[in-house]
């Protein structure tokens, strides 16, 4: 059977390539081409070459079985399920197929579809071990059940998950956060170069801090290094040590650096009976109790109860060696046949916090609770929602105040994280009470003031390049009042048959409580004639500004009759000539992600990034291809973060673009 390993104890990696004019390819080489990226880790293409290749020859039901596969390893969940919808009943060919359909539907939420597909599954499978099956469908149902109970109850959880924000997150992988104070915490991330290494970040006025890399630890390369645990007293500082070479799964194991007056020893290898030959041994969390150093840890060791479970070893607290004893499994009520992770040991209350997905949960894996010590434990108890959703939730972890924590998740988190396909850190506490603030004001005509009404009004709020709409209504007054939040970007858009659109951009942060603001619409004139439209320009009376952020005056101007508008500019949806462009003036910038012989603007490759900025095309006739880019941006900042994402999204090869008046001025490669 097949067990998914996170990157969080087994270190995955994907190096994403772009494939120019895969719609020329036959489906022979496309599948050759999606089986080279797959040998390679690059999951991402290879799970769209994989699908492309099977629409051209769906007979070839082996190939959108492999996209599937690709969309599963990328915890793409949607996607996984929709490529294995294709071959679900054909269990013979592909094993467990019904399963991993039915899992990806219920990690994508869609529980009662899940449920009923289980049934189906575990109806028809005849394999010699549908005893175990069994058990493990049956888990899988309840966890359904659980899910639609949570989703139905009307109690409303005094616990809020938030997201911390692009300060700490990036859009690689986030893990292992260890609270050091209640304003200072530690985790692991790949966000440079690929490779785990240990960052850390403050609360400073109520925000976090751009994360930066924790200094005295060594640097060893070809190494990720993760997963860290301080002792009490904070003169040890256990970890894992996981090969960086490898693309695939990672052999890891656990290691100790002592601090030596201000500085950190050279890191220390615990005994061979801990980290066993042939295993994996990571995750430590340790412990002072009675005299002792507990260190709970996660293995894959022989003597397991599954898969990855939670073990524990101990040494005398008065000794200065690393003299740990024979490592004991924590048995049944904590291990399944399943997969346990990220161990964390409350002292003060008892309880053993950690991930598993061989329990009862809502997702792939869950955080659980159980009241104990060392081997002995009562019976583990489901955190539920918010703590837990129906994607992957691990590394629970609570503060010195017990107040509040962090956690693991690869769940989406409204406009801040639109994808499953990575981990960030989530922090949770009681939900605090919001003071609530308005955004209002009236709506009048420029020319004479008189009020307006029956205007369409939206909300919408902004978070870097992406706008996500809030809240529409119809303004049967002339005055309009939206509730609003502290610490936010927001825009208005105003809409009125016979006037000019109108926004107004504003903020909540530094104290702001709310905004006031009064439209003026300027009514629409048309121009005198139709021949005489056709030939108007637009010129912009400043320079070009990004029409996302701001409004600008624009002169509309023709032989006729010159007249003034209020609106941000008119910019087409794709440049054909491939060199000018008359609506813009200034210095800005675009972002290329590919170019290709022919161009399917609805090719799954562009899936993704047609949701974090608008997608343009310019014809190069002379070469023969079609430039697709990400337009516009006025700083070579906000370019830079744009294309940032873009490769993350796949466009590995892509690269920004200087643009002057209109003009193509050439690449940026630095």
């Given at each position: ?194 490779r785990a290494y240990l960052y850390r ?462 003009q193509r001025i050439g690449a940026i490669?630095?």
């Amino acid at each position: 059977m097949l067990r998914i390993i996170p990157l969080l104890f087994a270190i995955l990696f994907t190096c994403i390539n772009i494939s120019y004019g895969q719609n020329e390819l036959s489906w022979k080489k496309q599948r050759k081409l999606a089986e080279q990226q797959y040998t390679a880790g690059n999951y991402t293409e290879a799970a769209l070459n994989f699908e492309e290749a099977w629409k051209k020859h769906p007979q070839s039901k082996e190939l959108i079985f492999k996209a599937g596969e690709c969309y599963t390893l990328l915890k793409d969940f949607k996607n996984a399920a929709q490529s294995y919808k294709h071959v679900k009943g054909d269990r013979e060919e592909f094993e467990l197929v019904g399963l991993k359909y039915a899992r990806a539907l219920k990690q994508d939420g869609q529980y009662t579809v899940a449920k009923k597909e289980l049934s189906d599954f575990i109806g028809a499978y005849q394999g010699d071990d549908k005893a175990l099956l069994s058990q493990i469908v049956n888990t899988e149902i309840q966890g359904c059940d659980l899910g639609l109970k949570l989703a139905n109850s009307t109690k409303e959880s005094s616990i809020e998950v938030r997201h911390l924000g692009a300060n700490v997150n990036s859009l690689k992988t986030e893990f292992a956060p260890i609270p050091f104070a209640e304003d200072l915490f530690y985790f692991s991330s790949t966000m440079e170069d690929d490779r785990a290494y240990l960052y850390r970040s403050q609360k400073q006025k109520g925000a976090w801090t751009k994360a930066v890399a924790a200094e005295g630890l060594p640097n060893l390369p070809n190494k990720h290094l993760a997963n860290g645990s301080f002792a009490p007293d904070a003169k040890r500082f256990y970890f894992t040590l996981c090969d960086a070479s490898s693309k695939l799964v990672s052999t890891c194991e656990i290691h100790v650096t002592k601090r030596v007056g201000s500085k950190w020893s050279a890191p220390t290898r615990l005994r061979d009976y801990i980290n066993e030959a042939g295993s994996t041994t990571t995750q430590p969390w340790v412990i002072h109790k009675e005299g002792k150093e507990i260190l709970y840890f996660v293995s894959n060791r022989k003597g397991g109860k599954g898969g990855m479970d939670i073990w524990y070893t101990s040494r005398d607290l008065n000794s200065g060696d690393i003299d740990f004893t024979y490592p004991i499994n924590l048995g049944k009520q904590v291990n399944s046949i399943g997969d346990e992770l990220t161990p964390f040991y409350d002292d003060v209350k008892g309880e053993l916090y950690f991930s598993s997905n061989g329990h009862v949960g809502l997702g792939g894996w869950d955080i659980f609770k159980v009241s104990g010590l060392e081997k002995k434990w009562e019976q583990a108890e489901n955190l539920g929602s918010p703590i837990n959703s129906s994607a992957d939730d691990f590394y629970y972890v609570l503060k010195p105040s017990r107040t509040g924590g962090f956690l693991i998740s690869n769940r989406t988190s409204g406009a801040e994280k639109v994808s499953t396909q990575h981990e960030d850190i989530f922090e949770f506490g009681t939900k605090r009470k919001q003071q609530q603030f308005y955004v209002k004001g009236q709506i009048m005509e420029k020319e004479s003031t008189a009020d307006i009404n029956n205007a369409i009004i939206a909300l919408y709020e902004i978070t870097g390049q992406k706008e996500r709409l809030l809240q529409t209504k119809k303004a049967t007054a002339n005055n309009y009042q939206f509730p609003i939040l502290a610490n936010r970007n927001y825009r208005l858009v105003i809409e009125k048959k016979g006037y000019l659109k109108n926004t107004f951009d504003f903020s909540t942060f530094q104290g702001k409580r709310g905004a006031t603001h009064d439209f003026y619409l300027s009514k629409y004139v048309s121009a005198p004639n139709p021949s005489v439209a056709q030939t108007q320009t637009v010129t912009p009376t400043q320079p070009y500004t990004n029409p996302n952020t701001s409004t600008a005056t624009y002169t509309a101007s023709n032989t006729a009759s010159p007249m003034v508008v209020n609106r941000p500019p008119t910019i087409p949806a794709s440049t054909n000539t491939g060199v000018s462009n008359p609506y813009l003036q200034g210095t800005y910038y675009k972002v290329q992600l590919i170019a290709v012989n022919y161009h399917n603007e609805n090719h799954p490759r562009y899936r993704h990034v047609k949701n974090i900025a608008r997608m343009e095309t310019e014809s190069v006739p002379e070469k023969k291809v079609t430039r697709v880019l990400l337009a516009n941006f006025p700083s070579k900042q906000e370019a830079q973060a744009m294309l940032e994402q873009a490769q993350q999204y796949g466009f590995a090869d892509a690269f920004l673009v200087k643009y002057r008046d209109g003009q193509r001025i050439g690449a940026i490669w630095k």
